[in-house]
């Protein structure tokens, strides 16, 4: 029972922390630190903390459904997605079109994500395996420091671009104005998220495409679509590196955190988007730079 209370805490902690700029795995480990699981099987965690995330995914399928699906139908209200829908687009069978400015987004999408597929292919494991190490003469994992280190670090980071772009116009202000070379090196920032617990990857990818010119609001829904192959596809990679050895309370957890981290995402998804029209990010970078100083202080009296 204590453990299904935990995954629900585990769902909360990711619905939040996925999309504000925060990280969402580099808090999940800290939660682990300190309210472990205890009746799951080895190595269990490890895929948890990854595949929970689909929940958040699902939320962004479901409240940005018109945006991404690249099908509509012609005598549909002309549509609620931001993206344009144009006379040239393709007809279909049975009234309907496709979308050719989805399309290209999705093009570019696959375009910034080459470069963590690289990563995740090549590096993950040997990563894993490095930061899963103890510091000697502590129980200690490289992982929760390197956790505190970035939390700090970028939440400097975001306190300097903000205070950079203050009072500039951005170039880019829709999802069809994003370039290839814009969106590649979007996909680089988002490199670093993945080789680098606490980082953040909405904060990666939200800092490089501001640093580029592109407005809050475009930065936020580029990255949330661009996490949908990615974090699918990472959690397939999980999924398959943990085996099919799954037992009834290892599923059951696993549904319980992925269902909360749905709805939890849901409403911060909402929240985010009204937020970004009217203030900048660095509440959270403040936040970051607390959180930080605070957890190398816990775990280095800890040790």
């Known amino acids: 029972m204590l453990d299904f209370l935990k995954a629900i805490l ?12 925060v990280s969402s ?33 699902l939320a962004v399928v479901v409240l940005f459904w018109h945006q991404i699906w690249p099908f509509y139908h012609k005598d549909a209200a002309k549509s609620k997605a931001k993206l344009v829908r144009s006379r040239k687009d393709p007809s279909l069978p049975g009234g309907f079109a496709f979308s050719m400015d989805a399309f290209w987004m999705w093009v570019k999408i696959a375009v910034a994500c080459i470069p963590a597929v690289v990563y995740g292919l090549l590096f993950d494991d ?11 003469g502590s129980g200690v994992t490289i992982r929760v420091i390197v956790v505190a280190v970035m939390l700090a670090l970028v939440g400097a980071l975001f306190l300097i671009i903000e205070n950079r772009n203050k009072g500039r116009k951005p170039r880019i202000n829709s999802l069809s104005d994003i370039t290839y ?23 990666a990818t939200i800092l490089g495409a501001i640093l580029i010119g592109v407005s809050r609001t475009t930065a936020a829904e580029f990255t949330f679509f661009m996490a949908i192959p990615v974090m699918f596809g990472a959690s397939l990679l999980k999924v398959v590196k ?47 730079i607390v959180l930080g100083i605070i957890v190398l202080a816990y775990f280095g009296l800890a040790a």
Not at 10 to 21: A, F, M, N, S
Not at 45 to 52: L, N, R, S, W
Not at 258 to 276: A, D, K, Q
């Open 25 to 57: 795995t580099g808090h999940l480990i800290l939660v682990e630190q300190l309210l472990p699981f205890e009746g799951t099987s080895e190595g269990f965690f490890e895929m948890f903390d990854v595949v929970i995330q689909l929940g958040a995914i």
């Open 242 to 288: 943990f085996g099919l050895n799954f037992t009834g309370t290892d599923l059951a957890l696993l549904a319980v955190g992925t269902l909360v981290s749905f709805f939890v995402s849901l409403l911060v998804l909402r929240f985010l988007m009204g937020y970004i029209k009217k203030h900048d990010f660095r509440v959270f970078g403040w936040y970051r």
């Open 181 to 203: 070379n814009a969106a590649l090196f979007i996909g680089v920032c988002q490199l670093a998220a993945a080789a680098l617990p606490g980082t953040s990857r909405s904060g």
């Open 126 to 136: 040997k990563v894993e395996e490095q930061f899963s190490k103890t510091l000697p």
């Open 10 to 21: 585990y769902g909360i902690v990711e619905g939040i922390t996925e999309w504000l700029p």
